[in-house]
């Protein structure tokens, strides 16, 4: 049975080729939010950026096409969310952008852990 339950999207930026410990920063973050046991979790890479700095990011610029954005966006109830972005913030430092918004989750079997 799928029914609809509040959530919280918590959606991280990191430039490609940030690293902590001689690991993918997004790495890093992804592993944050397995060991906080997010419900879902998933990685992109970006085709153009910029941020703070107003410097493109593109393939097709190759000094900067290593550096294209890494988006990892993870889903769970406002709680959870909360507490692992706080430790994901630390981590990230100056090096990136976190991002969170309420968002609607279908919980459905295994999902419905999610609530409670």
Do not use: C, W
């Amino acid at each position: 049975m799928e029914r609809l339950i509040n959530g919280t999207k918590l959606t991280i930026f990191v430039g490609g080729d940030e690293r902590r410990e001689h690991h993918p920063l997004y790495q890093v973050v992804v592993d944050i939010l397995l060991k906080h046991d997010i419900a879902g979790v998933t990685v992109m890479k970006g085709a153009m950026s910029y941020g703070g700095r107003r410097m493109i990011h593109s393939a097709q610029n190759e000094i900067t096409m290593n550096n294209l954005p890494i988006i990892v966006e993870a889903a769970d109830r406002h709680e959870r969310i909360a507490t692992v972005a706080e430790r994901i913030a630390t981590v990230l430092g100056e090096h990136g952008l976190t991002q969170i918004q309420p968002t609607m989750i279908v919980a459905r079997g295994s999902e419905e852990r999610s609530e409670g």
